[in-house]
């Protein structure tokens, strides 16, 4: 059998590094007669995750859709998962991790996207000189905040693989004029401080880094026509730049997400190899650069998204310091589930510091005595939230 051009340094058990690979933080409860592998249990227990499920009502790119054709964050992950399946079934690498990967890779995003992100990091700078980065709240989330009931009625961790919360926690950088290759040192991934401080540690992490550029370009170009934000001259603008690009025939209705993706895979396939790296050819390069330059200059910095971005700052600061003023040392638990007048606020805040406090819990994740990992609890509480809980939120705090 003639092994495709990735296959002998794909993540199998054939890879000197697999125990690393497949390494978990704690031990995880077996499952008698499992016909799953361990990648695939990571990604059954991805989508099973809370986290995920609230995807669905994230930003993408446009705020709090109610238009239910616009693509939501659940609807991007998917997108990066079928590419990155794609491209790794192509290239002889493991599909299966790399749809692990891709599915969770979001889970750590704010509500109101990469602006919710912004309005977080000036939140913690507050209290902190931390800066708020999805990447990093992803592994945050996976590793301590998600849980599943297990066989025995009580709740337990994720505890995904190595490799999975490595490509989760390292997905992020551009793709440029470089080559993509892995990292080749194992490291402690909580130690990581800052975005794209490293490259994935598995070439299936490298697919997924490119999945997720390649997969929302076209996307976003399509919602943006659909909600008026693009016309037809800038549609015919668009057009005429990616014929630049590509020097080809190409027509407005040929500009499209799934037209968009093919030519990026297919041109990625036939310029990639172990030795040469992840890579695009100079025009599908260009094409990145044209596409990214065409949606900052008309999509992502449009007006309208603009006076959305000021109502957003106020949703969150306003959750934030609502939130704040409730604390009270050892009795704030207590006060918050007394809060009969915010509702949403008392149960499901109440339930969070229930469940993740010293309050209660005997493995704990914030000490809420401690103003300061209070304070914490409440960034990763908000950083939790869909665009519509925010919105209720707010609407609950604001209400006589």
């Keep these: 059998m003639q092994l495709t051009p990735f296959s002998e340094v794909a993540a199998t058990e054939n890879n000197p590094r697999w125990k690393e690979l497949t390494a978990r933080r704690g031990k995880l409860y077996p499952r008698k007669d499992d016909i799953r592998t361990e990648f695939f249990r990571d990604y059954n227990r991805i989508l099973h995750s809370q986290a995920y499920g609230r995807l669905k009502h994230k930003t993408q790119v446009f705020f709090a859709p109610r238009n239910d054709h616009v693509c939501t964050r659940m609807e991007h992950v998917n997108h990066v998962a079928s590419v990155s399946y794609s491209l790794c079934k192509q290239l002889g690498l493991n599909t299966e991790l790399a749809m692990a990967i891709a599915i969770g890779h979001d889970l750590g995003h704010a509500p109101f996207g990469h602006h919710g992100e912004t309005i977080l990091t000036g939140l913690v700078n507050r209290f902190s000189r931390d800066k708020f980065w999805h990447e990093k709240n992803s592994l945050w989330f996976v590793d301590r905040i998600e849980t599943l009931p297990g066989p025995d009625g009580k709740e337990h961790g994720l505890n995904l ?66 909600l008026g934000i693009l016309d037809g001259d800038l549609h015919k603008e668009l057009v005429r730049r990616v014929k630049y690009a590509l020097g080809k025939h190409i027509r407005v209705r040929d500009v499209t997400n799934t037209f968009l993706m093919h030519k990026f895979m297919i041109d990625l396939c036939s310029q990639s190899n172990p030795d040469s790296g992840l890579t695009f050819s100079e025009e599908f390069l260009e094409l990145l650069e044209v596409l990214k330059a065409f949606s900052q200059s008309y999509i992502y910095n449009h007006p309208r998204l603009e006076i959305f971005k000021n109502h957003a700052e ?37 339930d969070w510091l229930e469940k993740h406090s010293s309050a209660v819990k005997t493995n704990w994740i914030y000490d809420i005595t401690d103003k300061r990992q209070y304070k914490k609890a409440i960034i990763d509480y908000i950083s939790g939230m869909t665009d519509s809980f925010a919105i209720r939120t707010f609407n609950e705090i604001i209400t006589f």
């Design 314 to 350: 106020v949703i969150l600061h306003s959750i934030f310091d609502k939130l704040l003023i409730m604390w009270n040392g050892n009795d704030s638990l207590t006060d918050i589930r007394a809060l009969h007048r915010y509702p949403l606020t008392s149960q499901f805040f109440g």
């Design 161 to 226: 693989t190595y490799a999975v919360r490595d490509g989760i926690v390292c997905h992020c950088g551009e793709v440029d004029t470089r080559a993509t290759f892995p990292r080749t040192e194992y490291i402690d991934l909580e130690s990581i401080t800052k975005p794209a401080q490293y490259e994935p540690y598995t070439w299936e992490g490298c697919v997924v880094k490119i999945a997720d550029k390649v997969s929302y370009y076209g996307r976003d170009i399509e919602d943006a026509a659909g």
